[in-house]
């Protein structure tokens, strides 16, 4: 069955560490995935999606197929960059979207 | 623009009754999608609406359906309350065709309660 995990609920890091958040997918096909933030006491929004191969506020994300992961990462924390983190695949032989139960990110000063 | 905006904010209902949840996509987007998001889950895509019609549908049963206005907001209507839709009901909203994952723009929530 296809799925996104995401293994840890919740991760701490220390500002000025490096981070790295986990994702898995279960899927035959081609995924797009991507990943979105949600910081505290704001809205769900997209961080950025494999496809653009971008960096958004120094975060990057490569797709494994060999592995099927999308981890998300970032070589030094900001305490900004504490936040509630979802990491989502588009399954687009089945037009299913799947999001991971995600994972908390909290940076210690 | 206040960008995605949905109604109400929260919302208390009796297990058997129906309820009515609103969007109004952000200014240029003529395409919505709805989820649910039960507490400590991330998102379930429950359906989205382009061109007043529903394009793509997740794994929701059709207690569950909505609408898309010519303005192109939109509404999720669920019938026949029970316990477990409890949630927090999301709205996205994006410009033009693509999957649900394209939708960048997310609302603020509705949290409806069942009781």
């Known amino acids: 069955a296809q799925r996104v995990t995401q293994p840890e609920k919740l991760l701490s890091v220390f500002k000025g560490a490096p981070v790295e958040l986990k994702c898995n997918y279960s899927?035959?096909?081609?995924?797009?995935l991507f990943w979105y933030v949600q910081y505290s006491r704001q809205r769900l929004q997209l961080l950025l999606r494999h496809i653009s191969r971008e960096s958004i506020k120094g975060f990057t994300a490569d797709l494994n197929k060999g592995e099927t992961s999308f981890h998300l990462k970032k070589p030094f924390a900001q305490e900004e960059d504490s936040a509630m983190y979802y990491c989502a695949l588009e399954m687009n032989r089945d037009d299913k979207i799947i999001f991971g139960k995600g994972t908390r990110l909290h940076i210690l000063p | 623009d206040a960008g995605v905006t949905q109604s109400p904010t929260h919302l208390i209902k009796t297990r058997g009754q129906q309820v009515t949840l609103r969007c109004s996509p952000k200014s240029g987007h003529d395409t919505v999608s709805w989820y649910q998001q039960a507490l400590g889950q991330g998102p379930q895509f429950i359906f989205q609406?382009?061109?007043?019609?529903?394009?793509q549908r997740g794994n929701f049963p059709d207690r569950f359906s909505g609408h898309q206005f010519p303005n192109y907001s939109s509404e999720l209507n669920v019938n026949a309350l029970l316990l477990g839709d409890s949630a927090l009901y999301l709205c996205?909203?994006?410009?033009?065709?693509?999957?649900?994952?394209?939708?960048?723009?997310f609302g603020p929530g509705t949290r409806l309660t069942v009781t």
């Open positions: 899927y035959s096909g081609s995924p797009e």
């Open positions: 996205a909203s994006s410009p033009g065709t693509g999957g649900p994952l394209r939708a960048e723009y």
């Open positions: 609406y382009y061109e007043e019609e529903e394009r």
